[in-house]
């Protein structure tokens, strides 16, 4: 078990089997102190290249074993990670920045993926179809070979375990790079857990590189031609590279991206539960969700109860290094990412934005802020954040709020909180997001579900059998019973 304290000596890359260590190291940071938790293993695209041939090697004997011994191995995955949940909860405090309660909500989460894995299994892999000549016709899903997997760090064990569990479980084997600011949370912390569920050697392998280095490792782990698909999930600027680069190669790819969510409030809401998913929504881990609420649209005739509801809900979160498990605001992740809030906030109060709470940045440490008075020249309107911010906006129609949540070049989620439920569907048909939530947050997340956005939020879906469609490739067979005639001149 690692401490959230530091260093520690991570064990290496996983490569076939084997814990590699490459000569060189980087400085895996604590986002809380600015300390060095960890030197996590430096490597390129030499190691990604090896971790693909082992992973190439692996896959005829794992894509041909029986469907319930790959089940067999999901539930041992499962029950190794539920044994470790504590220890992973403790790493992200240190590695992440994460709240304790955030990380065992996190690993706890992940169990549930493996087993919705194993489960699937047990599910249809092809159909039967019609034939004209009277032909057993069919078609079969079989996976397709080695998977890449880029997992962020926002939500290293949720992000990193949906990204592979369900390819692996049909059969696929996994080149698996964690982002370089969570290189053991999303990354070698899984290593330690399938080998020690007994995972045969090749079927699941780590890399880790430094932010330096990220480009040349991508690179190789999307353009490889051993490499069949790619799960990336991340930032739209960087996911529409790697799409870009996938299609070029016609490789198969999901990447789920950015987001610029809503919560619709209207005026009949149940005000308690109104507050609740918009504090939860946009301030959970700092706001660093892709689903995380950045906009709360809430009808012109509640807007001043709510908003001091919301303000007073806000206050009382406890900010601070996320080594004490009382502080559930903990720091942003690196400089680049305060950088990018604190333009944000600055750009909106240049141009009239008020700050009705919070506003400080201090280090890395950037106090839970929701803004008024913002217009749509505003960054904080127009652009992810990312970050501990929201802003209140009020509207006077549906269609207005319906208006304002198209707004935006993302649409990975929204949700809409009011009594009337065909009210809220109505709604919900119209909004131009991959997934609405009524009476509920943004933020909602399923292993069984198909999860993902539409627009600049993504292409493909994660998630149950939708995950098992985009990692599989689909054959016609056929046996010919019915004697199909050919032309007399052959």
Known sequence: MLDHTGPHSLKGMYIGGQWATPAGTFDDMNPSTGDVWAKAPE???????????????????????????????????????????????????????????????????????????????????????????????????VPMGVVSVISP????????????AFPMAAGNTIVLKPSEDTPYCGGIFFAEVL??????????????????????????????????????????PVGRSIAAKAGAHLKKCCVELGGKDSLIVLEDAD??????????????HQGQICMSVEKVLLHE???????????????????????????????????RQVERVAAQIEDAVAKGAKVELGGVVSGRFVQPTILTNVNTSMK???????????????????????????????????????RNEARALAISQRLQTGMCH????????????????????????????????????????????GHRPYPPVF
């Not at 090749?202 to 782990?221: C, H, K, P, Q």
């Not at 005000?271 to 959970?284: D, L, P």
């Not at 990312?386 to 802003?391: R, T």
């Not at 906006?393 to 909180?417: K, M, Q, R």
Request: aromatic residues 10%; hydrophobic residues 40%.
């Open 380 to 418: 904080v309107w127009q652009d992810e954040t990312f970050g501990p911010v929201v802003v209140v906006v009020p509207f006077s129609t549906d269609d207005e709020a319906i208006a304002l949540n198209n707004d935006t070049e993302y649409g990975l989620s929204s949700g809409i909180i009011t």
């Open 438 to 481: 009524v009476n509920c947050s943004s933020v909602n997340d399923e292993p069984h579900v198909p999860f993902g956005g539409s627009k600049s939020s993504g292409v493909g879906r994660h998630g149950g059998r939708w995950s098992m469609e985009t990692f599989t490739e689909t054959r016609w067979i056929t046996l010919d019973r």
């Open 301 to 335: 005739s509640i807007y001043h109860d709510f908003l001091a509801a919301l303000k007073a809900r806000t206050a009382k979160l406890k900010m601070g290094d996320t080594g004490d498990k009382s502080n559930v605001i903990g720091p942003l992740i690196n400089d």
């Open 43 to 141: 490597g390129g695209a030499a190691e990604a290249r090896a971790a693909i041939d082992a992973a190439e090697r692996a896959f005829p004997a794992w894509s041909s074993l029986m469907f319930q011994e790959r089940a067999q191995y999901m539930l041992k995955i499962a029950d190794v990670l539920e044994r470790r949940q504590m220890d992973y909860a403790v790493a992200n405090q240190g590695e992440a920045g994460g709240w304790f309660g955030k990380g065992m909500f996190e690993a706890g989460y992940a169990v549930e993926v493996f087993r919705a894995a194993a489960a699937m299994c047990y599910q249809s892999i092809g159909e039967i179809l019609p034939s004209e000549h009277g032909k057993l016709s069919t078609a079969q899903r």
């Open 195 to 236: 080998e020690e569920a007994g995972v045969p050697p090749g079927v699941f392998n780590v890399v880790t590189s430094s932010r330096e280095r990220v480009a040349e490792m991508g690179d190789e782990l999307v353009e490889n031609p051993l490499v069949k698909g790619i799960s990336f999930t991340g930032s739209t």
């Open 271 to 284: 005000m308690e539960r109104a507050t609740s998913a918009a504090n939860f929504g946009a301030f959970m």
């Open 153 to 164: 760090w926002n939500m290293p064990c949720i992000l990193t375990s949906r990204g592979f």
